[in-house]
């Protein structure tokens, strides 16, 4: 019966071994919006709840030389509680307020994280945007 049980420890101790892929990624403090060039848009998003959870201050991870000018970073604060964008690797003088129901937008420019302003929720869109969702348009008369 010994052998069963040690048997069946080393079946699992191998499946354990195999399943493996290398050292997990180290959690990175709160706080700090990570970026990567690949992405269209890096987004950060902050609530009140657990979905997201909350944060404050916020750091943007510096960019590197493989990163294409014009990747964007939109830090989305769906909470109610304001945070703030410290200025390190960014173009701010001083760390950005970013209001509970609104998103600020970093742009790369090559060195640094340009800021692009901040928005709120209750803004009417830019011109020339195209809202998300779903949309009623009018069918078409001839």
Known sequence: M???FLMAGMMMVSA???AFEGAPKENNPPGVVETESEKGVNIYRLDDGDEFGYASPLTIAPGNSSFRS???VDIQNRGTKPTTVNVANT???APLAVPGKSNAQFKFDGGKWESM???LESDPL???ARPSGQQKNPPASN
């Open 2 to 4: 010994k052998s069963v």
């Open 70 to 72: 014009g990747t964007l």
């Open 16 to 18: 354990s071994v195999l």
């Open 117 to 119: 302003g901040v928005r």
């Open 91 to 93: 173009n701010l003088s």
């Open 126 to 128: 830019p011109s020339g």
